[in-house]
């Protein structure tokens, strides 16, 4: 058999020496014919007949190749593997080995491959973008444990189309509203609005697919995309490599994101945690061309080319509902009350994310959390908001004993219709005090209960006289301002100071003095108080008004500086600086060694009274405390 470099041979004998067929025929011992074929072809390599050896799998080559051919237009979920291949062929009558399909398998799938690089299906255009371009966005399918519930999740993800920098939210569903909404937070976290979107075709933003790229698109979508001010842009159908970075997006978040996720409480937590850990990956991983910057670095540069967000988009999706005879509209196979009044009339839902809001003639009258069920064969939950029946309970009493949303009223009111149906007309008493939420805030209401119960006269009249007081956090208009009740204690059973957050104003009263010391007393009400604990605690109640509030105190002048003053009033142990407080207030005595109520700050005026006995005591056991033991001097 003739091989390649007797061929080369061969050639070069004839080729450039000269030599005859004879000659080389008698050289290498091959018959002259055989010379003769090589050298009148032109043949440069030598050609030899396929080995063809017959096997079982050939009968039905053109079978599996049908079968293959089939299942590549399956999805990938529905499509029979090999194993499942074979055991068809075995019942049809092959003998052969299972590895000799897995052969035919492979082949063929590669001879696929190599065909789809001819066909332009295979062979791509690299994509480049410039800052602040285009974003892409996908939704994808993935799984975590919520609750303690392993929960499958529709993920939207975003990516920016020249930092590459991403950001993922996971949903309940793919619908409308979580679209609005998950736009609404990638704006905020990428830091802008890019000039156009790549989007694939999906339902929520294209309603028909019309010849080459024009589209009919969904107007709810299409008012969003004018609200932030982009162009949307819609792939080829069956075309993701169009957006390429996006569907790589997808596979890297299964390993980066999904196979390290922890368990959480609720899918808040989880986005919560997804936003963070998303901004990290930017500080971490670096860009897959510019590998000199990370994808944070990129991104701080494509910021300044993004269009600022505006406000968030209002993403509701809008359903008209008629209120049912028991006050409940329907939404999903789960019920949610409304106020007595829209009975049996018509309403507007608006669909959010997370929520439910309904609104009539104009105005919304109420809201509730959004609950998905993902069982489509339950019968469903209702929720109940007790407020929203009141007006029937005022006509209807004795429905309080057994009506279905009077069966999570708050503790304290429980404890008091316990009470007060004990009592003859207790029905319509409790109704009446329930009733007082509809003019009172709620805690206000809450806490007057509890200060009846706890005082042993769980009456009607003792709540309203509970209620008119001035309670701790209750917020009332003062000439049009809001004002918020601190409750203090120590310096007396009770003392209330007012705060108003638009004026930066506190009425601090005798709890929040400038310079002397709040008298704490022991009062004959409470003999077993430790009033000077009560005050100390309190004061820390004033700690979240911020420190550049103008203090109104009982005596002295107006001061600020608010978290200065409680550290002063609530030093312990640090004795130097007691020390020199003291010594400050010594020199401010008359010739007389007498000390007044106050002084000016910066003359030593001395102003209002003089100490009383009270003051007197405190200034002689500040001395004895400060004053070092006699045994240390002698």
Not at 13 to 28: K, M, N, P, Y
Not at 219 to 224: L, P, Y
Request: glycine share 6%.
């Amino acid at each position: 058999m003739i091989n390649v470099a007797l061929l080369s041979v061969i050639r070069r004998w004839h080729l450039r020496d000269g030599l005859g067929i004879r000659e080389i025929s008698r050289r290498t011992g091959l018959s002259r014919n055989t010379v003769r074929k090589y050298l009148s072809n032109g043949v440069v390599e030598p050609k030899y007949p396929a080995r063809t050896v017959p096997n079982k799998l050939d009968a039905f080559a053109t079978k599996l190749e049908g079968w293959l051919k089939t299942e590549s237009k399956k999805g990938r979920k529905h499509r029979r593997n090999i194993r499942q291949l074979f055991n068809d062929l075995v019942v049809l009558g092959y003998q052969g080995s299972y590895d000799r399909v897995t052969a035919f398998v492979r082949k063929w799938r590669q001879d696929q491959h190599e065909a789809s690089k001819t066909t332009g299906r295979g062979a791509f255009v690299p994509l480049t973008f410039a800052p602040g371009e285009a974003f892409q966005f996908d939704w994808s399918e993935d799984w975590a444990v919520i609750g303690g519930e392993r929960t499958k999740l529709q993920v939207a993800q975003f990516k920016l189309a020249y930092s590459r920098a991403f950001l993922l939210r996971a949903y309940a569903l793919q619908t409308h509203e979580m679209l609005f909404d998950a736009h609404n937070h990638a704006f905020r976290v990428l830091g802008g609005v890019p000039q156009r979107g790549i989007y694939d075709n999906m339902k929520t933003a294209v309603d028909k697919i019309k010849k080459g790229k024009a589209r009919d698109v969904n107007v709810r979508f299409q008012v969003m995309v004018n609200h932030f001010v982009f162009e949307a842009e819609f792939c080829n159908p069956a075309s993701g490599w169009e957006k390429g970075q996006i569907e790589k997006n997808v596979q890297d978040s299964r390993h980066r994101l999904w196979q390290v996720a922890p368990e959480f409480e609720s899918l808040d937590a989880l986005n919560a945690w997804l936003e963070t850990r998303c901004i990290e990956l930017w500080r971490e991983l670096c860009h897959p061309q510019q590998r000199e910057f990370t994808i944070q670095e990129l991104w701080e540069q494509e910021c300044s080319t993004l269009m600022a967000a505006p406000s968030a988009f209002d993403g509701f999706v809008e359903h008209t509902k008629r209120v049912s005879p028991t006050c409940l509209v329907t939404f999903e196979r789960n019920r949610y009350s409304v106020p007595a009044s829209y009975a049996n009339r018509p309403v507007s839902l608006r669909v959010y994310a997370h929520r439910l809001v309904v609104a009539a003639e104009g105005q919304i009258i109420c809201e509730h959390q959004r609950l998905i069920e993902r069982n489509h064969h339950g019968a469903g939950q209702t929720v109940y908001d007790w407020r929203h029946y009141l007006a029937v309970l005022q006509r209807k009493p004795g429905a309080l004993r057994n009506g279905a949303p009077f069966q999570e009223l708050p503790v304290a009111f429980k404890r008091l219709q316990t009470a007060l149906l004990m009592q003859p007309g207790g029905d319509r008493e409790m109704v009446e005090v329930l009733a007082l939420v509809l003019h009172h805030d709620e805690q206000a209401v809450l806490a007057a209960v509890e200060l009846a119960l706890e005082s042993g006269a769980a009456s009607k009249t003792h709540i309203l006289n509970v209620l008119h007081r001035l309670l701790d956090g209750k917020v009332f208009d003062i000439g049009g301002r809001s004002w918020r009740c601190i409750s203090g204690y120590g310096h007396a059973p009770e003392h209330m100071a007012l705060y108003c957050d638009s004026l930066q104003v506190l009425i601090g009263g005798d709890m929040m003095l400038p310079r002397i010391s709040t008298n704490v007393s022991v009062y004959e009400s409470e003999p077993e108080a430790n009033a000077l604990a009560l005050f100390l605690d309190s004061i820390d109640k004033f700690l979240p008004v911020p420190e550049s509030t103008l203090v109104l105190p009982a005596h002295g002048e107006a001061f600020r500086g608010l978290h200065t003053r409680i550290d002063a009033l609530a030093r312990t142990g640090r004795k130097d600086e007691a020390r020199a407080i003291f010594e400050t207030m010594l020199v401010a005595r008359n010739p007389l060694g007498m000390l007044s109520e106050d002084t000016h700050a910066t003359t030593g005026e001395m102003w209002g009274n003089y100490p009383q006995t009270y003051s007197m005591v405190g200034v002689i056991n500040a001395a004895v405390r400060l004053s070092a033991p006699w045994d240390s001097v002698i």
